[in-house]
């Protein structure tokens, strides 16, 4: 019988697959710490506004009414444009009365209404300026301002309430706008050293 040659078998040899180094977790010695996360940056609308903590206010329809100071020993304010995202609309009744301590005032052109006696009796203010975008500046506003000595009405002002700058004693000249529709009674009642106001045919 012839004899049947043999295949012969090749042997495989399986191949180590090498096992993934781990990383080594850092151990601290008790004396290190961690780097601290870095701080963001907080957004500013304007380098010269009056932090937002320093007023009292309130929102509705997200509109911003400022109502007071919280800091009574301010000097010189420059009220946001924005507070939590909301536009200043509004300087509230009353909001800044009998703060003597108060000379210079910034507002911005978001504000469309001064309200009843919102400056009254700031008798440290020297001058004002009202922007365009304030439509109503209301009655005795800035009464008994005993050192208001310049007042800047800018074009956009409607209506000015009645004793709005009653005994501003240090008043000396006033130009209204021709925007200006109205000036309530009394508006310079007591302005002993107001020498001339121009009043346009729009009023």
């Known amino acids: 019988i012839p004899e049947i040659p043999v295949t012969p078998t090749l042997a ?7 096992s993934p180094t781990a990383t080594p977790t850092p151990v601290l010695s008790p004396t290190e710490v961690p780097p601290a996360a870095p701080t963001p940056t907080p957004v500013v609308e304007d380098d010269n506004e009056t932090p937002a903590s320093a007023f009292i206010y309130s929102i509705s329809n997200n509109e911003v009414t400022i109502e007071g100071l919280r800091d009574k020993s301010l000097t010189e304010i420059c ?8 536009p200043v609309t509004k300087i509230g009744k009353e909001a800044f009365w009998f703060n003597y301590q108060l000379i210079d005032v910034t507002m911005p052109n978001s504000v469309n209404e001064i309200e009843e006696a919102a400056f009254l009796e700031c008798s440290g203010i020297k001058k004002i300026e009202i922007p365009g975008s304030v439509k109503k500046i209301g ?11 310049s007042v800047v009405i800018q074009y956009g002002v409607e209506e000015i309430g009645d004793d709005a700058f009653q005994v501003c004693s240090m008043l000396t000249n006033v130009e209204i706008p021709d925007s200006v529709t109205k000036i309530g009674d009394a508006t310079f009642e007591a302005c002993t050293n107001l020498k001339g106001v121009t009043i346009p045919g729009s009023v």
């Open 79 to 86: 009220i946001p444009t924005k507070i939590e995202g909301c």
């Open 139 to 149: 009655n005795r506003a800035f009464e008994l301002c005993l050192e208001l000595e």
């Open 12 to 18: 495989l040899t399986a191949t180590p697959i090498p």
